[in-house]
């Protein structure tokens, strides 16, 4: 597969503005995860350390140490004497990744229709304003954040840390798997499943809300190119009479 070649782009902090060292590490981390999230950053992009280190105004060292994290949460491939690159996620690993989602996902949608309430449902509806209003913009890095954020949303709404954690590393590999394989995938189509989703919840429908989940997830994944038409090599390369 061909790595794609795109300029590394992170938010440097504010000019004239030196970052205190404590945290100097987790500002690396949500700056690239962030730019994964709002596809400023492809994968395969060379995250070179100097030129982080003099973005960020910090030491190598701290540096190393974002990336050594940023590869633990696979976000970040780390290649012996060529450095750091953000990750080409694999077919068999944005499957898997969808798989876990969908069982993960519907499982909170049974679960909190049990317990969720009438404010909880106002915020999400402001949530889902906030999406149409982005979407209708054309606002290409807002949709992508809150249609991602909505899943994350959920999981709080919850109470689950755990659970909400998880989804938004598991949310952030997603990102990467659509700028790999998405096709003309519709952030309305998203939008609309979101405002089904909530309204399964309102009526406190836990079969429902599951069911729309699992659907909502699965047509995420069909978006995607898993399948690249298969080159038959002797047909294309055999010569011509």
Known sequence: ???????????????????????????????????????????????????????????????????????????????????????????????????????????????????????????????LRDEAAAVARTDVAGRTRLLADFHAVLARMLGNEVLAQLLVDLLSRCSLIALMYQSAHSAEHSLDEHVQIVDALEKRDARLAARLMEHHISAVEQNLRLDPHSVDLSAVLRPRG
């Open 1 to 127: 597969m061909a790595t794609h070649k795109t300029q590394l782009k992170v938010v440097a902090p504010a000019a004239g503005h030196r970052p205190a060292p404590v945290g100097a590490t987790e500002r690396i981390v949500e700056a690239i995860t962030t730019a994964i999230v709002e596809r400023r950053l492809m994968p395969g992009t060379k995250l070179s350390e100097q030129k982080l280190a003099d973005i960020f105004e910090v030491s190598r060292t701290l540096v190393r140490q974002a990336l050594n994290q940023l590869s633990r949460d696979r976000l970040v491939t780390l290649e012996r004497a060529r450095g750091a690159f953000v990750a080409m996620p694999s077919v068999d690993e944005a499957r898997q990744v969808f798989e876990v989602r969908g069982m993960l996902e519907s499982a909170l949608a049974r679960q909190l229709c049990a317990r969720i309430t009438d404010r909880q449902i106002a915020e999400l509806r402001a949530h």
